[in-house]
C-alpha cells in the first residue's frame, strides 16, 4: 500500500468563495459550515462564499475559516478514498487543523482556539510596529547572518519560515526589516513584502503567545490517531504533553516547514495530500522533494488519480472505494422506488460482498471488481450525478482495473 501524508494550508491561503466546488457535490460540507457557525456565532459559510476579501482576510476570520474549509476537504478525502495517512503536518495554522484531524482537538475547540488566536495575533500586530518579507536569492546561512546582525531586544528581526530552499520568510521591527532590504540590495537578492498583519513567528509576537497559554490551559488535548509533525522542531510530537508547549512556541519561533517535507521524503511516503483552500503547500512540496507525489482537493482530477494511486494493488481496497464512492454521492432523485431498486439495493450487495470476502480472507476477482463498478454507475445514475461525475468515476473504474490487471499478472 502507497503510504500517504496529509498537509493543511495556513493564513494566506484564503479567498472568497473557498469550499464552493465541496458544499455543491459533498453534503457533510453544509453542516460542517453550519457547525463551524454555531460555534462561533456568525455566519462562516457567507463569510467564505460571499464576504468581502478584506474581512475574510483578517487573520481572526481567515484563521477559523481555514480550519473549516480544510476540515471539510478531509471529511471529502476520507469519504472518497479513506485511507489514513502515515503523518500529518501542516503550516503554521495549519497544524491546528492538523491535530483535529487526527482527534487531538475537536473541531469545536480548535475552532475557539484559532478564533482568539488570530484575535491575539491582530492586536499584537496592531501597533505596526513590524512587517514581513519573502526572499529569494539568497542562502539561509546567509539571511540567518544578517539578521543576527541587525537584531537587537527592542528591535528583534529573525527567520519566520523555512519554506523552501529558495524561500525564506523574514519578520521583524518595521525599521530593521528596511535595514534588512537595504542589505538584500547588496546582495542582488529579490524579496517581497508580505500583505500581513503583523510579524508574526517572531519575538515581537510574545504578547500574543502569553494570551494564548492562558486560553490553551482551559483545553485537553487527546491521543493522536496518527503523528502530527510540529512546526518547531520538525519531527512528531513525542506525546500529547507536549502539543500545548509546541503550540505556544509556534507563536515565536520559525515554521520549519523545509525540514518538515524532508522528513516525510524521507521515510518511503510517495504521495502527499493538501487539504484545503489553494495549493500553496503542493508547489512547495515539489521545490523542495521533486519525487513526492502531490494531491488536492481543490482539483478534482487529483482525486481521480489518487483513487487509482492508492487501489493500483489491492483489490480490497478498491472494492472500499467503490462502496464509498456510492454512499457519499450526493442524491438528486427524490423517487422512493427508485432510490431503494436503484442505489440502497446496490449498495447492500458490495457490502454483502465485501462481508463475505473479509471473512474469507480473500481479495476480490477482476470480474468481481467490473461487476462491483457496473453496480457502482448504476447507483450513480440512480441518484442522478451529473455526467461529469459518472464519467470521471468510470474513468476512475476502467483505470484502476487495468492496474488490478496488470498486479494479478504480476
Keep these: 500500500m502507497v503510504q500517504v501524508a496529509f498537509v493543511f494550508p495556513g493564513q494566506g491561503s484564503q479567498y472568497v468563495g473557498m469550499g464552493k466546488h465541496l458544499l455543491d457535490s459533498f453534503s457533510e460540507a453544509k453542516y460542517l459550515f453550519e457547525e463551524a457557525g454555531d460555534t462561533l456565532g456568525f455566519d462562516l459559510k457567507k463569510l467564505c462564499l460571499q464576504g468581502s476579501l478584506n474581512d475574510l482576510t483578517r487573520t481572526m476570520n481567515a484563521q477559523p475559516a481555514i480550519l473549516t474549509v480544510s476540515m471539510i476537504a478531509y471529511r471529502y478525502y476520507m469519504s472518497r478514498i479513506g485511507i489514513s495517512p502515515t503523518v500529518a503536518a501542516g503550516h503554521s495554522l495549519g497544524e491546528y487543523t492538523a491535530l483535529v484531524t487526527t482527534g487531538a482537538l475537536s473541531f469545536q475547540d480548535g475552532l475557539r482556539i484559532v478564533r482568539q488566536r488570530g484575535l491575539f495575533m491582530e492586536e499584537a500586530a496592531h501597533s505596526g510596529i513590524g512587517k514581513m518579507i519573502a526572499i529569494k536569492g539568497l542562502s539561509k546561512e546567509r539571511v540567518e547572518q544578517i539578521?543576527?546582525?541587525?537584531?537587537?531586544?527592542?528591535?528583534?528581526?529573525?527567520?519566520?519560515?523555512?519554506?523552501?530552499?529558495?524561500?525564506?520568510?523574514?519578520?521583524?521591527?518595521?525599521?530593521?526589516?528596511?535595514?534588512?532590504?537595504?542589505?538584500?540590495?547588496?546582495?542582488?537578492?529579490?524579496?517581497?513584502?508580505?500583505?500581513?498583519?503583523?510579524?508574526?513567528?517572531?519575538?515581537?509576537?510574545?504578547?500574543?503567545?502569553?494570551?494564548?497559554?492562558a486560553v490553551l490551559s482551559h483545553y485537553s488535548f487527546h491521543e493522536l490517531k496518527w503523528p502530527v509533525i510540529s512546526n518547531v522542531t520538525a519531527c512528531p510530537y513525542p506525546g500529547v504533553g507536549n502539543i500545548a508547549d509546541g503550540l505556544l512556541l509556534q507563536m515565536i519561533?520559525?515554521?520549519?516547514?523545509?525540514?518538515?517535507?524532508?522528513?516525510?521524503?524521507?521515510?518511503?511516503?510517495?504521495?502527499?495530500?493538501?487539504?484545503?483552500?489553494?495549493?500553496?503547500?503542493?508547489?512547495?512540496?515539489?521545490?523542495?522533494?521533486?519525487?513526492?507525489?502531490?494531491?488536492?482537493?481543490?482539483?478534482?482530477?487529483?482525486?481521480?488519480n489518487l483513487k487509482i494511486r492508492l487501489s493500483s494493488t489491492n483489490g480490497m481496497d478498491l472494492l472500499k472505494q467503490y462502496l464509498s464512492a456510492a454512499v457519499s454521492t450526493r442524491n438528486r432523485n427524490d423517487n422512493e422506488q427508485q432510490y431503494e431498486m436503484g442505489v440502497l439495493t446496490p449498495i447492500r450487495q458490495l457490502r454483502q460482498w465485501q462481508a463475505g470476502l473479509e471473512l474469507r480472507g480473500e481479495q476480490p476477482t477482476l470480474e468481481q471488481l467490473k461487476e462491483a463498478g457496473k453496480l457502482l454507475e448504476h447507483v450513480l445514475r440512480s441518484k442522478g450525478a451529473s455526467a461529469e461525475e459518472i464519467q470521471s468515476e468510470l474513468q476512475a473504474i476502467a483505470q484502476a482495473l487495468e492496474h488490478a490487471r496488470i498486479t494479478q499478472a504480476i
Excluded at 516525510?264 to 495530500?273: C, D, M, P, T, Y
Design 253 to 304: 519561533c520559525p515554521v520549519r516547514w523545509e525540514p518538515t517535507i524532508r522528513y516525510i521524503a524521507q521515510r518511503n511516503i510517495k504521495a502527499v495530500v493538501e487539504l484545503g483552500p489553494r495549493t500553496v503547500l503542493s508547489k512547495m512540496v515539489k521545490e523542495i522533494a521533486a519525487k513526492l507525489e502531490t494531491y488536492s482537493v481543490e482539483q478534482e482530477q487529483h482525486i481521480t
Design 147 to 213: 539578521c543576527e546582525g541587525l537584531t537587537s531586544d527592542h528591535m528583534p528581526i529573525s527567520v519566520a519560515c523555512y519554506n523552501t530552499p529558495n524561500q525564506i520568510v523574514v519578520a521583524g521591527h518595521h525599521q530593521v526589516v528596511t535595514m534588512l532590504t537595504n542589505a538584500l540590495d547588496r546582495y542582488g537578492a529579490s524579496y517581497t513584502h508580505l500583505n500581513v498583519s503583523g510579524p508574526f513567528h517572531s519575538a515581537l509576537m510574545q504578547p500574543a503567545a502569553e494570551k494564548l497559554g
